[in-house]
């Protein structure tokens, strides 16, 4: 079955500054996800990237899709308060299969 | 547009009871996923309803069961809780087959003792 190993397992990073999640797979990504979560509630869908070389936007937060390196980065630019929390990778392990292997997660906290 | 909804979203049972959650997917959604999260295992796949027939399935006891209705909706029943099942255990929707994404709801927090 697919593992993903996200780094760092937690970040404490001072508000302003930048900072890059890693996500790497055991397999082949078909289709790779990011969420966030804030302790204990459900997860928000921030990007979700399918063909290797993909990179998308939203906001101050880029993810691009590396499928030969079976990896995907998280980069938030000029980090805010409002980015802590739990940022996690999940990825199909086949196309269109409606099964989600989820990353451990990497723990995000910004200090002013 | 309503999001995906769970109720309760806490609950407490007892070691050896039975409980039952609730999911209702955004509109028009036929896919509901169920996961289980803690912090020893993390996101853990339980199972997956597209049109009232599961088709994936994580790996869990028999204990854990789940079914969806006509509208969508979904429920999922644990029996004979233990402690492990404490968790918060959260459902996904989407459209259906292929790389749409995934909404999910803000969970259900269970607490067995």
């Known amino acids: 079955s697919q593992e993903l190993e996200q780094s760092p397992q937690s970040l404490i990073v001072q508000e302003g500054k930048n900072l890059t999640i890693n996500c790497t797979s055991s397999?082949?990504?078909?289709?790779l996800y990011w969420y966030k979560q804030k302790y204990g509630e459900g997860l928000i869908f921030l990007m979700m990237?399918?063909?290797?070389?993909e990179e998308k936007s939203h906001e101050k937060i880029t993810a691009k899709l590396d499928e030969k390196k079976q990896q995907s980065s998280l980069h938030i630019t000029a980090s805010q308060p409002s980015h802590a929390g739990i940022y996690l990778c999940?990825?199909?392990?086949?196309?269109?299969?409606?099964?989600?292997?989820f990353g451990t997660g990497t723990r995000l906290t910004i200090i002013p | 547009k309503a999001g995906v909804t769970q109720t309760p979203r806490y609950l407490i049972k007892t070691r050896g009871q039975q409980v039952t959650l609730s999911c209702s997917p955004i509109?028009?959604?036929?896919?509901v996923s169920w996961y289980q999260q803690t912090p020893g295992q993390g996101l853990q796949f339980l199972f997956e309803?597209?049109?009232?027939?599961?088709?994936n399935k994580g790996n869990f006891p028999g204990r854990f069961s789940g079914r969806q209705f006509s509208n969508s909706r979904s429920e999922m029943n644990v029996s004979t809780l233990e402690l492990g099942d404490s968790a918060l255990y959260l459902c996904?929707?989407?459209?259906?087959?292929?790389?749409?994404?995934?909404?999910f709801g803000s969970g259900t927090r269970l607490t067995v003792v």
């Open positions: 990237l399918q063909k290797g070389g």
């Open positions: 996904a929707s989407s459209p259906g087959r292929g790389h749409y994404g995934y909404t």
């Open positions: 509109s028009g959604h036929r896919s």
């Open positions: 999940g990825a199909d392990d086949n196309f269109g299969n409606e099964k989600l292997t």
């Open positions: 309803y597209f049109s009232e027939t599961q088709r």
């Open positions: 397999k082949t990504l078909y289709g």
